[in-house]
T-cell receptor, first 119, second 111 residues
Framework: ETGVTQTPRHLVMGMTNKKSLKCEQH?????MYWYKQSAKKPLELMFV???????ENNSVPSRFSPECPNSSHLFLHLHTLQPEDSALYLC??????????????????FGPGTRLTVL | QKEVEQNSGPLSVPEGAIASLNCTYS??????FFWYRQYSGKSPELIMS????GDKEDGRFTAQLNKASQYVSLLIRDSQPSDSATYLC???????????FGAGTTVTVRA
């Protein structure tokens, strides 16, 4: 497979369920991201992992829990979600030089997304 | 204050015309800017990246960057029905690798 893949593509869950979203990148990148896209809103950055270390958590509720076991895989664990969490969840990856060096070529590539519906 | 703002649209253009999309940003430290195309029900697809003032052309697409005015634009020449999509503008945060996205402009090309 090439690019960035995400599974599942669609997920319906109740508020008491626990589920996980999976993302895998085949681009050799070292940074991975979770975004939330709700209708009529800009993409919201949720989490950033650079060199497998979480570097940003944008005030995301604790019912969302990310995991990055290696530079190619990223998970988003979901539990006790609310209906307002229904959205398209997008994973992206990019190449980042790390060590605080600003790299002006942060081309991020997105996976196909998981359409999440919370009942 | 929104970090990246786009003209909200929607924008409707006839086939063969030029579609012009605009974006402004508030972070003077931003260095890199990107245009993504997102078809309905799909994920964003990177179509243009621009880092230097001036124009950058790729096929029917031209991105323009003016850092003094904090303005980025995308021109789509010879618009085709397949160009009908939402276009997202994004800029980095003070030269960092994290991006801020605009809300998107929806373009419809009329056959």
């Amino acid at each position: 497979e090439t690019g960035v893949t995400q599974t599942p593509r669609h997920l319906v869950m109740g508020m008491t369920n626990k589920k996980s979203l999976k993302c895998e990148q085949h681009l050799g990148h070292n940074a991975m991201y979770w975004y939330k896209q709700s209708a009529k809103k800009p993409l919201e950055l949720m989490f950033v992992y650079s060199l497998e270390e979480r570097v940003e958590n944008n005030s995301v509720p604790s019912r969302f829990s990310p995991e990055c076991p290696n530079s190619s895989h990223l998970f988003l664990h979901l539990h006790t979600l609310q209906p307002e969490d229904s959205a398209l969840y997008l994973c992206a990856s990019s190449q980042e030089t790390g060590q605080g060096i600003k790299f002006p070529y942060n081309e991020q590539f997105f996976g196909p997304g998981t359409r999440l519906t919370v009942l | 204050q929104k970090e990246v703002e786009q003209n909200s649209g929607p924008l409707s253009v006839p086939e063969g015309a030029i579609a012009s999309l605009n974006c402004t940003y508030s972070d003077r430290g931003s260095q890199s800017f990107f245009w993504y195309r997102q078809y309905s029900g799909k994920s964003p697809e990177l179509i243009m990246s621009i880092y230097s003032n001036g124009d950058k052309e790729d096929g029917r697409f031209t991105a323009q960057l003016n850092k003094a005015s904090q303005y980025v634009s995308l021109l789509i020449r010879d618009s085709q029905p397949s160009d009908s999509a939402t276009y997202l503008c994004a800029g980095d945060r003070d030269g960092d690798y994290k991006l801020s996205f605009g809300a998107g402009t929806t373009v419809t090309v009329r056959a």
